[in-house]
């Protein structure tokens, strides 16, 4: 399994499940269209590293594949989409919009769950949001992943899928 996890076929495939994700959630919840952009996959022999960004959401997955996805935005837009989300303007990604940011992305990471039902049963965790960029994140090196860019009229994001098949 792992071999075949670490293809590009597949690797194009989690692609397309990630934006069919991200496609439900916005449309359903937000009520805004995403333009889905390129996907960028981690070279084989290349040490994982979590994402740069103003603001992560980290969802990790457990059971039938090992990893997590993250929702890497700048910080504007982050609060904006909470506030899409809620109804309410927020200026601080603290409290409910922080809340409502995790939520985009655990909706996001429960898409791809139901979609990768195939892998066996995934368990999640709870969103886990960072925010600032004065900060280290590490994770197991061997990760595999890919990077599912997108943007919407209130800016760019991407969804970044990391696995590890054991």
Not at 18 to 33: N, R, S
Not at 83 to 110: K, P, Q, R, V
Not at 120 to 148: A, C, R, V, W
Not at 150 to 159: A, H, N, R, S, T
Request: with cysteine; glycine share 10%.
């Amino acid at each position: 399994m792992k071999e075949e996890m670490a293809s590009l076929t597949m690797k194009k495939e989690f692609a397309s499940l990630i934006k069919e994700a991200v496609h439900d959630v916005f449309l359903t919840f937000l009520d805004t269209e995403v333009i889905p952009g390129p996907m960028i996959a981690k070279k084989e022999d290349d040490t994982y590293r979590p994402p740069e960004t103003e603001v992560t959401v980290i969802i990790n997955f457990s059971g039938g594949i090992n990893g997590g996805v993250h929702l890497a935005s700048p910080l504007h837009l982050s609060l904006k989409l909470a506030s899409l989300f809620s109804g309410e303007e927020y200026d601080t990604l603290l409290g409910e919009a922080g809340d409502g940011f995790g939520e985009l992305g655990n909706m996001i990471a429960g898409g791809l769950q139901t979609r990768l039902e195939r892998f066996g049963e995934i368990n999640l965790t709870p969103p886990t949001i960072i925010s600032g960029t004065d900060y280290h994140m590490q994770y197991k090196t061997n990760f595999d992943s890919i990077k599912q860019y997108f943007k919407c009229p209130e800016g760019p994001f991407y969804i970044e899928f990391f696995f590890w098949a054991g």
